[in-house]
Nanobody, 126 residues
């Protein structure tokens, strides 16, 4: 089970920190590569960022690189997404996802992920 939190309403230029808490997984957290995705109304789900199971490799969508930062704390079974310099176009529901099918890297393809959270709303507006 994955549970996201930390979303909300923020002004352009503001920041938020999203958390994704994992529980009831069969394998230890170090077996899972984690991803963050987002979906705006009327849009397809978009890969935002990911981090590999060893906490060594991260990837970002071009639209968020330099503004967002992903991290994980395996001891707490939690993954984080720091959102800085937020723009109105960042408004979306943000989902975290987990997979054991990706090794040595992480990917932003939703089809590679098996476990999904329910999402948390991020709204950027003045």
């Amino acid at each position: 089970q994955l549970v996201e939190s930390g979303g909300g309403l923020v002004q352009p230029g503001g920041s938020l920190r999203l958390s994704c808490a994992a529980s009831a997984f069969t394998l230890p957290p170090s077996y899972y590569s984690m991803g963050w995705f987002r979906q705006a109304p009327g849009e397809e789900r978009e890969g935002v960022s990911c981090i590999d199971s060893n906490n060594e490799i991260t990837n970002y969508a071009d639209s968020v690189r330099g503004r967002f930062a992903v991290s994980r704390d395996n001891a707490k079974n939690t993954v984080y997404l720091q959102l800085n310099s937020l723009k109105p176009e960042d408004t979306a529901v943000y989902f975290c996802a987990a997979t054991t099918r990706v090794f040595g890297t992480c990917v932003l393809r939703s089809d590679d992920y098996d476990y999904w959270g329910q999402g948390t709303q991020v709204t950027v507006s003045s």
